[in-house]
Structures are given as structure tokens and as C-alpha cells.
């Protein structure tokens, strides 16, 4: 059969571009098809990459990947309307290679990452929508696209196309997905200045911080993050879908309470908006993962629920690069010995089970459940704010009260037994330990 491609990889964002770098590599003809205007255009997360994945793939990527800061200080931050209380940790060993996290802007790494495929032969075909999959029987042959002339046939299919995968639905590789399954992150970029920035985080060189908060989302299940880049600080908040729609308050008026409070608008005083964003998010994991292959399809990224999300804790871009990076390895392999078929693509799965990929989301699968119940949403950033507040108290001429006796009573306001406390620290070291 002759066919316009080995591989149609749909969408360039990380999982897409990672793909087809894969492909390309092998020899394989690889079209990368983007509907925005160049990859990253329509691209939107908190700010982190997590890029020890790349060591793989562009090797000495620190050297050349478009890097705002890297991430030496990372703070997670329990809050109530009026309190915060910080576990903040810094070290010199993220500020130098083979480094941490790092800051990044996504329109400047989706493009710089799809680089390195066209540097390998794949071909980016951009503004260009998947509209449909084109079908022999139950396997997948091709793209639809919005494009006047625009059917392409391919051997394999891989669908990138991030949360909501259209391809993945319409190919059925998704059953019904729970609505709970889902947050939406609201997010702003805000002007600064780079001196204002490492003056008010305490920051030199390239060096960079990452705040996770959790108590600042007015109940809802969630969390908030703020970020800096080199001039920019990103501040948003991630939320629970089901619950936000149940109260009648907007992401962007629970983020404007977040960039009131006392601990974080000291940070951002006097800046300037640069860009408001907004992006649904696959918090579920395996609870909502979609059958990987089928006949001549993959599915990668965020497209297959891959982002390992748990309120405050979000990792995507690498699950990204890894599933995109095995997704391409996997087809060229199919390819190579002719079968294209969910049998022959199942090395797919394979390579997920060797990698972090899968594993984690096992060894996390119990996380998101437990950071979003009302236990650790409230109930624990209330008590750890108190507790605090109470203990650094100096109320002479009354004697101190012992820290014993402040958790009980906090505990008991709050309407947690000690009971329960044991159950969630179990759970908890069961999450992530
Ligand atoms: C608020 C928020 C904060 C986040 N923070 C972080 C963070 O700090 N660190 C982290 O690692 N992850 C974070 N994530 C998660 C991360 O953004 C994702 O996991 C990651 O982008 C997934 O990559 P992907 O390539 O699978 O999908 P995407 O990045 O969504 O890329 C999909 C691509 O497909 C294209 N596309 C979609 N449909 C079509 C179509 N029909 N035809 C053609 N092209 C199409 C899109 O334009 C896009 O370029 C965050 C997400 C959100 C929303």
C-alpha cells in the first residue's frame, strides 16, 4: 500500500516532538502535524521542566534548550486566609549540571524541542488542525485535516494532541472519563523585572524558585503555584473541576485572592500582567489512562492522562517527552518488522513499564486522592498554620503551652481525630513512600 508516511505524530508539543525525533532518527518519514502557528503557540503550563529525560535524547540539552532559571529553591507552602507556614529548601547541586527543574517559556522550548526533529528529518507541518482519523475497518491509515486538500495516509498514527485527545476519542482507545478526573489551571505572567526578582526571592545568577501552595483555593480541591522566570513570575492556581463548578466563585477572582494574600503580594507588587492563560489538566493517572494502542494508533502525553498531578505536585512535560520518546522507539520497531497492528505496537506499553512513566503513576496512584480530600485541602493547612502562630507566640506572663497540647487542640478544632491524622500519614507514606 502506498501511503504518504511511516508515521503521522499529531500535535508538537513535548510528547509529539519527542515522537518524532524517535521516528526521524530511525530513518522513518515523519510528519508532525501542529494547529498553531508554530509549536508552544497554543502551549500553556505552570513553568517547570523537569528535563533529566532529555539526557537521552539531546544530549548537554542545558547547553542549548531556551532555560529561563533553574530551580535551586523549591518552597511548599501551607495557607489559610491569613497565615502561611513555608518548608523552603534551597541547593547549589540544582544550579549546576546535570541540574533539576528549570523555568522555561513553552512557546520558546515546544519549538526549540520540534527543532531537533526537523534537524532529523521529520517534517512540521503547522496551522494545520486534525480534524478526523481516516480508517481501513478498525485501523487507523491517516489524518483528516481542515486543510482544503488535506487527507494524509500513514502507516501509524500517534496522537499528541494533549488533554481531551480528540484522535484517541474518536479512534475509541477512551472509555467515559470522570469529570473529577480533571482540574483547570488559571495562570498569570507577570512583568517584574530581574533585579525586583532576585531581590524579593533571594536569587543570583540564573538561579530560580518554585513555590507549590496548598490551602489557597478556597476549598475547592487544588493548589497554587508561583514561579519566577528570568523578568517574569508565573502565579496560578489549579482547580478541582467538579467542586469549582458546584460554588459560585471564578478561577481568576480564587487567583486574585491568591496574589492578595499576605505571604505572595509582597512578591508581586508592582508588576505588570503580561498574559492571562487558562488549561484543563489530567489529574486521574491510571484511573482515567485510555487503552495506549490500537490498530496503526498510539497515544502519548496528555493525550493518554500521563501527567503525574496531584493538587500540588505537577509533573507533565517529562511524562511527556518519555511516553512521546517511547510512543516513536515503539513504532519504529512495529515498522521495522512490518506489523502495525495493537499487537505489534504493544512494545509500546513495554517501554512504559521499564521507564518512570508508568512506574510512578503506580507508586502515586493513591496521591491525588488523598492531597485533594478536605483533609489536606483545609483541615491540615489550618492546623500547621495555628500550631505555628501558637508555638512563636510569646504570651507572657502566661507560661508557654507545650506542642503536644496545641496540635490536640488544633486537631480537635479543625475536626480531626487523632485517628485520622495516623490514617493519612499512613496513606501517605503508602502514596509516597
Ligand atoms: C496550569 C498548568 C500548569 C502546569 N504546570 C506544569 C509544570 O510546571 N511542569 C510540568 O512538567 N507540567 C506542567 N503542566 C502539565 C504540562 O503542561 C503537560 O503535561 C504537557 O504540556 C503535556 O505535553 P503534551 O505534548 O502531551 O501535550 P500539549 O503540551 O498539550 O501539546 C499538545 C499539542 O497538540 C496540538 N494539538 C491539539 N489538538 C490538535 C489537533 N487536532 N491538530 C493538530 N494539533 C493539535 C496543540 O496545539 C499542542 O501543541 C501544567 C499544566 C497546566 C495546565
Redesign the pocket.
Known sequence: MSVDYDAIV???????SAAAIALARSGRSVAL????PF??S?????????GRILDGIVPNWWEEAPIQRWVTRRATMMMTDTQALTVDFRTAAWGAPPYNGATAYRPDF?QWLATHATAAGAELICS????GVLRDGNRVVGVRTDRPDGELTARTVIA????NS??AKEAGLYGEVEAHHYTV???ETIRLGRDVIDQRFGLRGLDGADFEIVGCTNGIPGGG?L?TNLDTVAV?V?LELPSLAKQDRRPEQILAGLKSHPAIAPFLEGGEIGEYSA???PEGGLAMMPELVGDGLLV????AAM?LAAGIW???????IAS?HAAGLATADALRRGDTSAAGLSGYRRRLETTFVLADHRKLAGAPELMMSPRMQRAYPQVACNTAERLFTVENPRPKTGLNAIVRSELKAAGVKVADLGRDALRGLRSFG
Open positions: 499529531v500535535g508538537a508539543g513535548p510528547a509529539g502535524i501542529e494547529r498553531g509549536p508552544g497554543k502551549n500553556m503550563y505552570g513553568g517547570v521542566v523537569y515546544d494545520t488542525t486534525v480534524t499528541c494532541d494533549g488533554v480528540f484522535v489551571g488559571v495562570k503555584f514561579y496560578g489549579v488549561h484543563v489538566i502519548a502525553g496528555d493525550a501527567c505537577l509533573e507533565g512535560v517529562n511524562f511527556a512521546g
